[in-house]
């Protein structure tokens, strides 16, 4: 547990430097550089899952082509995300998922809850599956 602790205060801390440098000059247009991250409830082990997006060859995000075209076409607001057509149970084991950094050169501090893993998925797609 305290390697994943470690893993991403190091992330963040990368993440703000990124941002430090992105303030003392301005952004490219395409400039993303996106921390995503799913906290699982006690019924999931309490998991803990991270990755960064970047949108270009070699970031982390195992699904990063679909992750992009979602933000793509929906925007990076998490709570106007729609959901697709699957069914999914009525059973609560909140996830809660947190998107921080930059889309396209622009500030993104997103943090929304989703009542279960199945839900989540639903709405963000290839995003938050990771």
């Known amino acids: 547990m305290s390697g994943r602790i470690c893993a991403f205060v190091a992330l963040l801390v990368s993440l703000f430097a990124f941002a430090g440098t992105a303030q003392a000059a301005p952004a490219p247009r395409g400039n993303t550089?996106?921390?995503l991250t799913a906290q699982y409830s006690e019924f999931?082990?309490?998991?803990?899952?991270?990755t960064v997006l970047t949108c270009e060859r070699g970031d982390q995000h195992p699904r990063r082509a679909l992750a992009c075209a979602?933000?793509?076409?929906?925007?990076?607001?998490?709570?106007a995300m729609q959901a697709d057509d699957r069914a999914c149970t009525f059973h609560y084991a909140p996830v809660e998922v947190t998107m921080f950094?930059?889309?396209r050169g622009q500030p993104v501090h997103e943090v929304h809850t989703y009542p279960n893993s199945c839900v989540m998925l639903a709405h963000t797609g290839a995003l938050f599956d990771f």
């Open 33 to 35: 550089a996106l921390v």
């Open 44 to 50: 999931d082990d309490n998991a803990f899952k991270a």
């Open 70 to 79: 979602t933000l793509s076409s929906v925007g990076t607001q998490l709570a």
């Open 101 to 103: 950094g930059f889309w």
